[in-house]
């Protein structure tokens, strides 16, 4: 089995692509980065000891993900991890939109041409904000989600990866 972890080299990518072969012996692990966060190049020579095949590259460049062959699972942990990145007045509203949202619209067409499942990583994406906190959520099976009537239809990562075509 093949694997792509995007984000290869940010904590959540990097740790996945240490553990992941021991829990599935024989797999063959490829990692995407674009190594824009501080930092995550010094996780780079540990994945290559590894035997992880990295590639520098970008989710949202088409021509970057044509480096990487045929798959059968992305883990999709590229991301610009802070929701207020957008207000910081590090990067645009519209930066974040791109990296997060259009990266992973992006790799949906990847798992699709190549006919590969996709996981969508969610971690320190979500932060307790008063917005966030303000909204009313739900406990479901071990997990909390927004308590609501309306669909996340195309509005979030996880609203469009969850009613994406795939074929």
């Given at each position: 089995?093949r694997?792509?972890?995007?984000?290869?080299?940010?904590?959540?990518?990097?740790?996945?692509?240490?553990?992941?072969p021991?829990?599935?012996?024989g797999?063959?692990?490829?990692?995407l980065?674009?190594?824009?966060?501080?930092?995550?190049?010094?996780?780079?020579?540990?994945l290559?000891?590894l035997?992880?095949?990295?590639?520098?590259?970008?989710?949202?460049?088409?021509?970057?993900?044509?480096k990487?062959?045929?798959?059968?699972?992305?883990?999709?942990c590229?991301?610009?991890?802070?929701?207020?990145?957008?207000?910081?007045?590090?990067?645009?509203?519209?930066?974040?939109?791109?990296?997060?949202?259009?990266?992973?619209?992006?790799?949906?067409?990847?798992?699709?041409?190549?006919?590969?499942?996709?996981i969508?990583?969610?971690?320190?994406?979500?932060?307790s904000?008063?917005?966030?906190?303000?909204?009313?959520?739900?406990?479901?099976?071990?997990?909390?989600?927004?308590?609501?009537?309306?669909?996340?239809?195309?509005?979030?990562?996880?609203?469009?990866?969850?009613?994406?075509?795939?074929?």
């Open positions: 089995m694997i792509l972890i995007t984000g290869a080299c940010g904590f959540v990518g990097s740790c996945l692509a240490r553990e992941l021991a829990a599935l012996p797999i063959e692990i490829w990692g980065d674009n190594f824009l966060r501080e930092g995550s190049r010094a996780n780079l020579p540990n290559k000891t035997g992880v095949k990295m590639v520098e590259g970008d989710i949202r460049r088409p021509a970057d993900l044509a990487i062959p045929k798959v059968d699972w992305v883990l999709d590229a991301a610009e991890p802070s929701v207020l990145a957008g207000t910081s007045g590090k990067m645009s509203s519209m930066d974040l939109l791109d990296h997060n949202l259009i990266g992973t619209i992006q790799m949906l067409e990847f798992c699709k041409q190549h006919s590969a499942g996709f969508l990583m969610s971690t320190s994406r979500v932060y904000i008063p917005p966030l906190t303000s909204l009313p959520v739900e406990s479901a099976q071990g997990a909390f989600r927004p308590k609501s009537f309306r669909p996340e239809t195309g509005l979030t990562e996880k609203g469009i990866s969850e009613l994406f075509p795939t074929t």
